[in-house]
Each structure stands twice: as C-alpha cells, then as structure tokens.
T-cell receptor
Framework: AQKITQTQPGMFVQEKEAVTLDCTYD???????LFWYKQPSSGEMIFLIY??????QNATEGRYSLNFQKARKSANLVISASQLGDSAMYFC?????????????FGQGTRLTINP | EAGVTQSPTHLIKTRGQQATLRCSPI?????VYWYQQALGLGLQFLLW???????NRGNFPPRFSGRQFPNYSSELNVNALELEDSALYLC?????????????FGPGTRLTVL
C-alpha cells in the first residue's frame, strides 16, 4: 500500500521568498507517480505538478518545481518567488500504475501562509 | 473549456436520510473519481468509475454507492446518513493515461449531517 507523509502542518513565508514543502512517500510499486495539489479556501483541488518514478529530470511548471530524490523517497515541492495568492493547503499524493489502480493517496497536507 | 462541475454546493441532511451528489466531468474525460475530505482526516478515495463501470472502491461501507451515466456524469449516493459522513465530497475526472496530466477536481459538495 502507498503512504504519503507531510511533516509540516503549517508554514509561514514572506512574500517573494522561495518555499519548500516536504513530502516523503512509501510504496512497493516499481512504477508510481507523485503529484502536488493546491487547495484554496474555496475547496477546489488544483493540480500543480507531476513526477513519474522513471523520469530522469525533476518536473517543473512555471514557479513550481519538484525536487525528486528517489533514494530518499522524497518529492518536495519548491515554489519560487512566493505570492500572496499562494496561501492555501498543499497536498502531496501518489498513485500506483499497477493493475490500473488509478486512485490517488494523499498526505495530510501543509497549510502555507504567505505574509506581505 | 468547462471544468468539472458538482451539485449541489451545500447539502444539509439529518441522520438516517439519503444524500445524492452529482458530478459532470470535463468534456472528453471518461473516468470519474469520488473522494471524501472529512475535517482533520485528509482526502480519502471513495469510488472510481470508467466507461459506466465501477473500477475500484475505497474502504467505505456499502451505503456509499454510485453510478456513471452514458454521458459520463456520475452520482454518489450515501444511504442511512451518519454524523461522521459530514465532509467535503470532491469529484475528479481524467482521460485515459491521465497520470501525465493529473486528475482534475470539481469545487466539491459540502455535506452536513445533523
């Protein structure tokens, strides 16, 4: 079974600073994917970035990058030049590609607050 | 392109009643997923439908059920409501081979059981 651990319940960062949100995962599947989602107070989950277990390079999407360290089983999200609109809950999630499982397993989330 | 839509936005029921939640996926998406986000418990996978069939089910009792219609929209039914069913219910949709693009979520239905 897959498990995601996010050890930072909350983080406070000054606007324009970079921020790293931690995520470690546990899976026995040889092939898996890792995701980050943002959940503003409105409740909608917004897909940010994806990393496949066989991808050689770290994924990047605009100001978001995923620091993937396979040996350490970590998939930290880095947000560069943070903005006030980045304040939200952030969830790390994983999926197995085996047996067409197709379900996301989420961590408990990190509440990020950007201060002006 | 319209995103995933869910209705109603809020639903208030009493214990023992039944609740029906609805979801319309992004046009062209054939898979629909349901998740429960209870306070303090994170998101838990409920159900996955694809091409009208239930493909996978999370660790929830049988009173949580659903279906997918020919137009790929989906319904989640919760029978014999209990207080602990109060949660945000999120629907997501995806294409085949979706892991490259992620699952796309709707705004959710907040169910309150009194």
């Amino acid at each position: 079974a897959q498990k995601i651990t996010q050890t930072q319940p909350g983080m406070f960062v000054q606007e324009k600073e970079a921020v790293t949100l931690d995520c470690t995962y546990d899976t026995s599947d040889p092939s898996y994917g890792l995701f980050w989602y943002k959940q503003p107070s409105s409740g909608e989950m917004i897909f940010l970035i994806y990393q496949g277990s066989y991808d050689q390079q770290n994924a990047t999407e605009g100001r978001y990058s995923l620091n993937f360290q396979k040996a350490r089983k970590s998939a930290n999200l880095v947000i560069s030049a943070s903005q006030l609109g980045d304040s939200a809950m952030y969830f790390c999630a994983t999926i197995s590609h085996l047996q067409g499982a197709q379900k996301l397993v989420f961590g408990q989330g990190t509440r990020l607050t950007i201060n002006p | 392109e319209a995103g995933v839509t869910q209705s109603p936005t809020h639903l208030i029921k009493t214990r023992g009643q039944q609740a029906t939640l609805r979801c319309s996926p992004i046009s062209g998406h054939t898979s629909v997923y349901w998740y429960q986000q209870a306070l303090g418990l994170g998101l838990q996978f409920l159900l996955w439908y694809d091409e009208g069939e239930e493909r996978n089910r999370g660790n929830f009792p049988p009173r949580f059920s659903g279906r997918q219609f020919p137009n790929y929209s989906s319904e989640l039914n919760v029978n014999a409501l209990e207080l602990e069913d109060s949660a945000l219910y999120l629907c997501a949709s995806s294409l085949a081979g979706w892991y490259l693009d992620g699952q796309f979520f709707g705004p959710g239905t907040r169910l309150t059981v009194l």
